[in-house]
């Protein structure tokens, strides 16, 4: 049996992760260089808690395994090779932004799942840190 932290994460997303406390000019977070990550993406509405602890409704949640993930990253579902950027085949309008994040521990305590809400992101990708 899988680990319990990589089990069921059989898709691709690009991650934009969003620097700590790093903002540009509009007050947007800046993001560092996309990476390729191994993910579960389940799209389906829910509520999970914010950041702010308060309710928020997301239009996707993200298995990430043991990689923590800040709110204010970007994540696009698909692999690295496929994204072309602003005026791709795909365009920008499928990208997410994380908005809430959650973590199950094991029974033993030793290592940790992630979990990250995403909605659909107002804006295009942020500025590169």
Same mark, same amino acid.
């Given at each position: 049996m899988p680990d319990f932290?990589?089990? *069921?994460?059989?898709q691709k997303a690009v =991650?934009? #992760?969003? #620097?700590?406390?790093?903002? *540009?000019? $509009?007050?947007?977070? %800046? /993001? @560092?260089?996309? &990476?390729? &990550?191994?993910?579960?993406?389940?799209?389906?509405? %829910?509520?999970?808690?914010?950041?702010?602890? #308060?309710?928020?409704?997301?239009?996707? +949640?993200?298995?990430?395994?043991? &990689?923590? &993930?800040?709110?204010g990253s970007v994540m696009? @579902?698909? @692999? =690295?090779? *496929?994204?072309?950027?602003?005026?791709?085949?795909?365009?920008?309008?499928?990208?997410? @932004?994380?908005?809430?994040?959650?973590?199950?521990? *094991? =029974?033993?305590?030793?290592?940790?799942?992630? +979990?990250?809400? /995403?909605? $659909?992101? #107002?804006?295009? =990708?942020?500025?590169?840190?």
């Amino acid at each position: 049996m899988p680990d319990f932290e990589t089990m *069921d994460r059989n898709q691709k997303a690009v =991650l934009w #992760k969003a #620097k700590d406390e790093t903002f *540009d000019t $509009f007050g947007q977070p %800046k /993001v @560092e260089a996309p &990476i390729e &990550i191994e993910v579960r993406w389940v799209w389906k509405s %829910k509520l999970m808690s914010g950041a702010d602890g #308060k309710p928020v409704t997301v239009d996707a +949640t993200v298995v990430v395994g043991d &990689i923590s &993930i800040p709110v204010g990253s970007v994540m696009w @579902e698909g @692999e =690295l090779a *496929d994204w072309y950027g602003t005026g791709s085949q795909f365009g920008d309008d499928a990208v997410m @932004e994380v908005i809430a994040s959650n973590y199950t521990e *094991d =029974l033993k305590g030793m290592f940790v799942r992630r +979990t990250v809400g /995403v909605a $659909f992101s #107002k804006d295009v =990708l942020p500025n590169l840190a």
